[in-house]
Every structure is written in structure tokens, then in C-alpha cells.
């Protein structure tokens, strides 16, 4: 779901924070995975600014065999986000279609559940993704007899732009919030 958003977050109390772009301190490691094992010589990485955003940036190039880029960034410690709903953000982007990705293992081999979203390109658009609508991949191809996402362990974040959309890309976002369920039990 992508909704757009000036207003302020009436969920602001429910949630807690995934991947923090403002504060440097808490900033993730992202390892850039481009096309390069495939031949390619598309590229991407994140960045955080002092301004309390995170870009995903890069260029996607079809020769030799390429056509995306993507990031890696584990986990300090597996988040478990069992009475959350799922992730949300507010991001600005370039007329594209990106993928988060979640996995269970720091393992880059490993499944990784994704979820795409194109937000809007001149205002910040509040993207929600529900965790029931990851869906598992891998190498870019969903997986039918995979395990749901276990989301009492998350462990690593992702990036991706694919589908071919060749050229220079920025996707700027604000910190990723885990967005906690009205019926949650308190703890």
C-alpha cells in the first residue's frame, strides 16, 4: 500500500524504529550486490545524511548480461517484530519501482522476502508494507514452496532495483518504522 502523506502520524506511538537514516550512530553497514555476479556493471549503494535521510542511488545498465542493483545491510542484533504489522516509510522517488527485502539469516545466499513499491517523485509518499505480503525469492525468482518470513527474527535488510529500468536512479527515504497492530498484546 503507498499512500501520501503531509500530515502528521497518528501511529506515531506504535512503532519502533528498523533502520535509522538521522541518527549516524545507529546508521547500517550497506554492502552494495550489484549485477557484477551475473556479468553486469550496474550500481547502487546507500547512504545516510547529517539531514536525517537515507538514499539508495546508483545506475542500472543492461550490457553484459545486467539489469539491477541492490544493498545489504544486516541486522546489529535479529529484530523481533512479532506484534508488529510491518514496515513502513516515507520515501521520494524517481518514477521507479523498489524492492525492500527481508531475510532471516545474514547469509546473502539465503531467501530473501521482498516487497516493491514506486513512491511518488515531487512529495514524500508514506509507503506501508505488511509483512504478509512479502513474498519469498530468490535470484529474482519467487520461491512457491518457501516458509513464510519469520518475523520473530528479522536479520537482514535489502534494496533492489531490477525489472531492467536502466539508467540512474535515487530513492530517498526516512527511517524504516515497524508499525505495531491495534490488537497487539502489551508486553
Not at 106 to 133: A, C, G, M, N
Not at 134 to 158: C, D, M, Q, Y
Amino acid at each position: 500500500m503507498t499512500t501520501s502523506s503531509n500530515i502528521s502520524d497518528p501511529n506515531q506511538n506504535r512503532r519502533q524504529t528498523l533502520v535509522s537514516f538521522g541518527d549516524l550512530d545507529q546508521a547500517l553497514n550497506w554492502e552494495s550486490l550489484g549485477d557484477s555476479v551475473m556479468g553486469g556493471k550496474s550500481d547502487g549503494t546507500v547512504v545516510s545524511s547529517e539531514k536525517g535521510y537515507g538514499q539508495f542511488r546508483g545506475t542500472v545498465r543492461l550490457d553484459n548480461g545486467g539489469g539491477f542493483a541492490s544493498a545489504k545491510a544486516d541486522l546489529p542484533i535479529p529484530t523481533d517484530a512479532s506484534g508488529y504489522l510491518g514496515i513502513e516509510l516515507l520515501a521520494r522517488g524517481d518514477g521507479k519501482t523498489y524492492k525492500i527485502g527481508l531475510r532471516n539469516s545474514t547469509d546473502r545466499r539465503s531467501i530473501v522476502y521482498q516487497h516493491s513499491f514506486t513512491p511518488k517523485t515531487r512529495q514524500w509518499s508514506r509507503i506501508q508494507l505488511p509483512f504478509e505480503d512479502f513474498v519469498p525469492t530468490w535470484r529474482g525468482k519467487t520461491v512457491t514452496n518457501a516458509e513464510p518470513l519469520n518475523i520473530r527474527h528479522l536479520a537482514s535488510v535489502s534494496l533492489f532495483l531490477s525489472g531492467r529500468q536502466a539508467g540512474e536512479f535515487t530513492l530517498t527515504m526516512q527511517d524504516w518504522v515497524l508499525l505495531k497492530t491495534e490488537t497487539a498484546p502489551e508486553e
